[in-house]
């Protein structure tokens, strides 16, 4: 049974963790060759304050933060 573990900064909507849960359950059980029912996905979401990008806390700066897709 494949478990994958997927971080993410916090800002995704329910419809984008759900696309992505299809997607990579497609992908793994064709290459593990393994039912899609075997397949297990971890979303861990991060907020902005617990995640940092080369020593600076992403909510410290604006231009790190997730935008909205237009």
Same mark, same amino acid.
């Given at each position: ?24 359950? /497609? ?37 790190? /933060? ?5």
């Amino acid at each position: 049974m494949p478990i994958i573990t997927v971080n993410i900064k916090e800002g995704r909507t329910v419809e984008q963790k759900r696309e992505m849960a299809r997607r990579v359950t /497609q992908a793994v059980a064709e290459t593990m060759e393994v039912k899609p029912s075997a397949v297990r996905i971890i979303i861990n979401e991060m907020k902005n304050e617990n995640f940092a990008i080369g020593g600076t806390l992403v909510c410290d700066d604006p231009a790190m /933060q997730l935008k909205p897709k237009e």
